[in-house]
């Protein structure tokens, strides 16, 4: 079933409800709100996602990008087949940039190993309108190089990958970057607040 036949589904539905008169209105105003509420766990692979909420692009996309900018240790702005997309780097977090000297030292780092283009791994998007993905430079991921060499901490919240959380074991046990003293910078979402 496709969308025009759920709407007109819904359309004769609706018109043979309200055949039944004024004092219907009530049950025909729930029963239209049960429908439309409920709709889209009806129909699976309705919206692309298999009928779950808020699933997202069940398919990562693979993009060739052009990096244009770098602006921290986790955000950066690509061009990719002419569009021009902000990406927030997956499973990571990284010292925001009033941070100092972590947020800087961050910022420098992704800078220095990320190459002019780029393949991006897509996941999701953020609620900012970012694009979530994950970085590769010749099949290396720069996400997993930033824990690795300590200038990012896993975002615990938004990342499971046990890849991740191994790296920034190593990192924290050779007190590699933020891992080099205590403080926020080791928890960005936290100095956030």
Same mark, same amino acid.
């Given at each position: ?35 439309? =509420?409920?709709?889209?766990? /009806?129909?699976? &692979?309705?919206?692309? !996602?298999?009928?779950?909420?808020? $699933? *997202?692009? %069940? ?71 970012? =694009?979530?993905?994950?970085? /590769?430079?010749? &099949?290396?991921?720069? !996400?997993?190089?930033?824990?690795? $060499? *300590?200038? %990012? ?41």
């Amino acid at each position: 079933m496709n969308k025009t036949q759920v709407g007109n589904a819904i359309r004769r539905l609706a018109t043979r409800l309200t055949r039944h008169g004024r004092h219907k209105r009530m049950p025909l105003f729930w029963t239209v709100a049960v429908v439309a =509420l409920t709709f889209p766990w /009806l129909l699976p &692979g309705l919206d692309g !996602n298999d009928g779950v909420p808020g $699933a *997202g692009n %069940a398919t990562a996309d693979r993009l060739n990008c052009r990096v244009e900018s770098i602006y921290d240790g986790d955000t950066m702005t690509v061009r990719c087949a002419g569009q021009e997309e902000k990406v927030r780097l997956y499973c990571i977090d990284t010292p925001e940039m009033g941070q100092q000297p972590w947020g800087r030292q961050s910022r420098d780092y992704l800078r220095r190993i990320t190459p002019s283009q780029v393949e991006i791994v897509t996941h999701d998007r953020d609620r900012y309108g970012r =694009l979530v993905g994950e970085v /590769l430079s010749e &099949g290396r991921s720069l !996400n997993l190089a930033m824990v690795e $060499a *300590g200038q %990012a901490a896993v975002y615990n919240r938004y990342c499971s990958e046990d890849r991740y959380s191994a790296a920034e074991r190593q990192a924290k046990s050779t007190g590699l970057g933020v891992w080099a003293e205590p403080g926020l910078q080791q928890r960005p979402w936290e100095w956030r607040r």
